[in-house]
Structure formats: structure tokens, C-alpha cells
């Protein structure tokens, strides 16, 4: 992605973020006592799903355990060089950049299918939430996209068999 629409990718989402902040907001656990906090991110860790943090500029925050394993990264790959967008199939990051991160900043949240690549770029088909978050770093208000998505290979080769059986 160029450095200008980098920029413009950033302002939409900020100009966004502030249509939105009335109708959502991010759970605080900030009282949450620390091993608590770490209990979250255990489970974050663990989840079947691939779980992953943006900033709003689209660089990667954070990928979980099974996000690095189905798309081929181990745990020392420097990810935060990454972005967001890199990680889907061309015709993925169009409906992410028209539909689904407009619509997670207008609603909050945006659920449907889209498409990762791993890091060999064979597609994989996800389901997928996202989820825009308004985050205080250092006193300024940022968002964050939030995104946990599930590998769905196995349901689409069924789909796959069943419409052929359907046709032949």
C-alpha cells in the first residue's frame, strides 16, 4: 500500500472511529487484577480461532498462537513490520477497505467470510468478526481493530462436494 493512501486509510478509519464511539465501547479491565489480565491473554493465546489486533493505520499488533501456526509464522517472526491488509487475498482486502472496516467503524462490529493467505500464499477461507475499539494511549484516543477468525476450509470442500453431488 502507498504512504498516501496509507494516510487516507487512517483518517477514514479515524473519522470513523468518532461516528461510533456512542454506540460501542471497549470492555474496561483496567480494574481487572494483573493475573487476570494475564488469564485474558492466555485464552487469547489458546483460542482455535486466529486472533489479531491492528492499529488503525493497519499495522499488526498482535497474532495469537494459532494465527501464527495456520498461516506458517512461528512465534519469533516479527510481526508488528506486517501490515493488516498484507495478510488477505486482493479481492479480500476490497471488501475489508469498502465494506467491513467502515461498516466495524460505523456499527462497531462487522461479521462475514473473507480469505488470509499464509505465509506460502495458499488461501485460506475464514469466517471473521471484526471489531473497531477506542483505545486512551498516552492521553490520545486511537482505535484499534480487533478480529478473530475461524479457518473454514473443511465446511467450504463440503459445500464444494455437496453442490457437484447436486449437479451430476
Known sequence: MQAGSRDAESKRM???????????????????????????????????????????????????GMGRQVLGYDRSANLPARRMFELYTPRSCKLLREEAVPACLDAGVWRGEATLLDRNRQE?????????????????????????????????????????????
Open 124 to 168: 485460506i477461507p475464514v469466517s471473521q468478526v471484526l471489531m473497531a475499539h477506542r483505545v486512551q494511549e498516552q492521553g490520545n484516543d486511537t482505535t484499534v481493530l480487533s478480529s478473530i477468525a475461524w479457518d473454514i476450509r473443511e465446511l467450504k470442500q463440503v459445500e464444494q462436494q455437496l453442490r457437484h453431488q447436486a449437479t451430476h
Open 14 to 64: 479515524s473519522l470513523g472511529a468518532a461516528r461510533w464511539r456512542q454506540s460501542i465501547d471497549t470492555p474496561d479491565v483496567s480494574g481487572c487484577p494483573g493475573p487476570l489480565r494475564g488469564c485474558l491473554l492466555a485464552l487469547m493465546d489458546a483460542t482455535p480461532g486466529l486472533v489479531m489486533l491492528s492499529s488503525s493505520d493497519g499495522g499488526l499488533l498482535y497474532m495469537n
